[in-house]
């Protein structure tokens, strides 16, 4: 999906360009699990090695009551339902685990020091899993990390939890998002409220028109928005931009990168050559008028390879061929 982002509308309009390129934040659709997938019910290993592929999983839970949509379960328990998913992830991580662990603990026996390091880690995996807890809730070094995402683990990707609720609950949530509200705070897992129902009538109608049609419901802006929103915070993501006359764009990166990393998004020859950044912060690239009359106002600002990327950024990178 494209981000949605009122700051490239506004650049364009201070800059125009021909062509505008917004970020992107990709969501899969996986449908198909019921109670039994990790052993192989419904879609089973098709649904969890599909699972496996992304960065992050957003629960999408029923939250409205509607007599003409029928429940799998027969009831409407937001919360049950992602201790379904989480279940069959657990049990799917737990197999792999113990599978995995018992030829590593040969080699942990003949003195191998990795063997012995995987083995620590998986065990932080273990104890959580046979206690009903999800991987993500392990305590993992910076050292650790990269091992530990090698691990693969299902119940490790951060979770947003996405409460499809009725129209009017749209802008306060209601009773079942205030439960799936509690068990995401109580996990530091994300989570936002929207309508399916309205996104729906939103995606048919122009920008003039939508706004006026939100205003109608208490709404600022689309679920979409901060639904894609939360998914750039829940993976640690910003945006920076460059501008000229051919071509807007958006281009996303991890918070915190430098500049030279940053660079190396648009080519990788940028990040070997870079020589400097230079950079205009968002508010007084809009503020001022653009590029030109930002530098007259001294705000371009000349940054080398130690400097760390703002979100919304205006950039130029000079680098050497």
Not at 293 to 315: C, N, P, S, T, W
């Amino acid at each position: 999906m494209d981000q949605p982002e009122d700051r490239h509308k506004r650049h364009d309009k201070i800059a125009p360009s021909k062509e505008v390129i917004t970020a992107r934040l990709t969501f899969v659709d996986i449908a198909g699990l019921v109670k039994g997938a990790s052993q192989g019910e419904g879609l089973g290993n098709q649904f969890l090695a599909n699972i496996r592929e992304v960065d992050a999983i957003a629960y999408v839970l029923r939250c409205f009551e509607d007599d003409d949509v029928t429940h799998v379960e027969g009831r409407i328990d937001p919360t049950s339902d992602a201790d379904v998913v989480e279940t069959e992830l657990m049990l799917s991580d737990l197999e792999s685990l113990e599978r995995r662990i018992a030829p590593l603990e040969k080699k942990a026996k003949s003195g191998e020091k990795e063997a012995k390091a995987q083995i620590a880690l998986m065990e932080k995996a273990l104890v959580l899993l046979r206690d009903g807890k999800p991987a993500r809730l392990a305590d993992i070094s910076d050292d650790e990390k990269q091992e530990w995402k090698n691990l693969q683990l299902l119940t490790s990707k951060p979770v947003l939890y996405v409460c499809n609720v009725e129209e009017d609950a749209a802008a306060t949530g209601n009773s079942y998002s205030e439960k799936v509200a509690e068990r995401a705070k109580a996990e530091g897992a994300a989570f936002v409220v929207i309508s399916a129902k309205i996104e729906a009538e939103v995606a048919q109608l122009d920008d003039e028109e939508s706004a006026e049609y939100l205003d109608t419901l208490g709404l600022e802006e689309p679920g979409l928005n901060r639904l894609i929103q939360a998914g750039y915070n829940l993976l640690g993501l910003c945006t920076y931009f460059t501008a000229g006359p051919k071509e807007a764009r958006a281009w996303t990166i991890r918070t915190g990168t430098r500049a030279p990393q940053a660079a190396a998004v648009i080519h990788t020859d940028f990040e070997k050559g870079f020589i400097r950044a230079e950079t205009i912060g968002y508010d007084d690239y809009v503020s001022l008028g653009g590029e030109t009359q930002a530098r007259e106002a001294g705000k371009m600002r000349l940054e080398g390879k130690e400097y760390i990327v703002q979100d919304g950024d205006v950039l130029h990178f000079r680098f050497a061929n």
